[in-house]
Nanobody, 126 residues
Framework: QVQLVESGGDSVQAGGSLRLSCVVS????????TGWFRQAPGKDRELVST???????DYSGSVKGRFTISQDNAKNTLSLEMNDLKPEDTAMYYC????????????????????WGQGTQVTVSS
């Protein structure tokens, strides 16, 4: 059984930092896509960042330069370091894993990922 458990969400002031973590069990990261998505109330779930096939990274334009994605294959953990947080970063953040055959052509879309965590809330106040 595949499980993804996120942690690290919190309420912070604008300009602050947070580190999100996602512990994955039941599946390995090898050649998979591992990513973070977010969803604000009334909006679609959007890609924040992803690691494709364990080496290349991709970021949405709104977080590039502020957020850093990483993964620890030995611990099966995915992380998202978030700096200089802005109120528009407020959302529920989800980690996701996509198998290679599914995600390699769709790694920017939620349809490229089969496995999802329950989410962790990030709230940034001005």
């Amino acid at each position: 059984q595949v499980q993804l458990v996120e942690s690290g969400g919190d309420s912070v002031q604008a300009g602050g930092s947070l580190r999100l973590s996602c512990v994955v069990s039941g599946i390995t990261f090898r050649r998979s896509c591992t990513g973070w998505f977010r969803q604000a109330p009334g909006k679609d779930r959007e890609l924040v960042s992803t690691i494709v096939s364990g080496d290349s990274t991709d970021y949405s334009g709104s977080v590039k330069g502020r957020f850093t994605i990483s993964q620890d294959n030995a611990k099966n953990t995915l992380s998202l370091e978030m700096n200089d947080l802005k109120p528009e970063d407020t959302a529920m953040y989800y980690c996701a894993v996509g198998s290679p055959y599914r995600c390699l052509q769709r790694f920017r879309s939620r349809t490229g990922y089969e496995y999802w965590g329950q989410g962790t809330q990030v709230t940034v106040s001005s």
